[in-house]
């Protein structure tokens, strides 16, 4: 939870270093940032980094789950960019704090489907 | 970051849910709580939940990665238990806030192997 903590080291990067980063589109665009990892619980594969923005301090922002795939990391940036443009973003699933959907087989079936990427379970 | 937004729901488990719980090992014995999680860049696997204890108020604490696939979560405790009595952590591989090592293929087996888990690239 400390910054101080956070760091990347040699084949992983630590929670605390992806929570809080920038997420940019293609064009160059700020799109938001990560607030939150979901997790496999049984298998501890990350499924989807989830996207924020909106809102006025941290009030009434929306949720968007990214697959964790379709994040590419970026050195110059130092932050991730994502293959989505600002419009198709508008139609994706998200949610609000206070209304998180179940992440079950179909809920994931269909943000990876949004989003163009196979849905392993 | 903010633990409002911590949450399980359906197959999946949020990093903000599972920074902070307590792990007990199998004696009912408080180890410590869990401060971070290290993540395989490229898969995106959960490899290891970083069990943080001793010091004082965060400071000069010690850090264990401990294999993801040793920590069982049990609700009656609201933590997770493994089977790590302390003598075992005792002369478990650890490091200190300043002083964290590269995660590369040797570590983790190292790491793994202690706990009696296979290591997989």
Redesign the interface.
């Known amino acids: 939870?400390?910054p101080?903590?956070?760091?990347?080291?040699?084949?992983?990067?630590?929670?605390?270093r992806?929570?809080?980063t920038t997420v940019y589109n293609e064009a160059g665009e700020k799109l938001g940032s990560i607030?939150?990892?979901?997790?496999?619980?049984?298998?501890?594969?990350?499924?989807?980094a989830?996207l924020e923005f909106g809102g006025f301090l941290?009030i009434g922002t929306d949720r968007y789950p990214l697959p964790?795939?379709v994040l590419k990391?970026d050195t110059t940036k130092d932050g991730y960019v994502v293959p989505i443009s600002k419009s198709q973003l508008e139609g994706a699933p998200k949610y609000t704090?206070t209304d998180?959907?179940?992440?079950?087989?179909d809920?994931?079936r269909r943000v990876n489907s949004y989003y163009g990427v196979t849905w392993l379970p």
């Open positions: 939870m400390n101080s903590y956070a760091y990347e080291s040699g084949d992983v990067i630590s929670s605390d992806v929570e809080g607030d939150d990892l979901m997790i496999d619980k049984r298998s501890g594969q990350v499924r989807y989830v941290g964790w795939s990391y704090e998180v959907p179940v992440y079950d087989p809920y994931g």
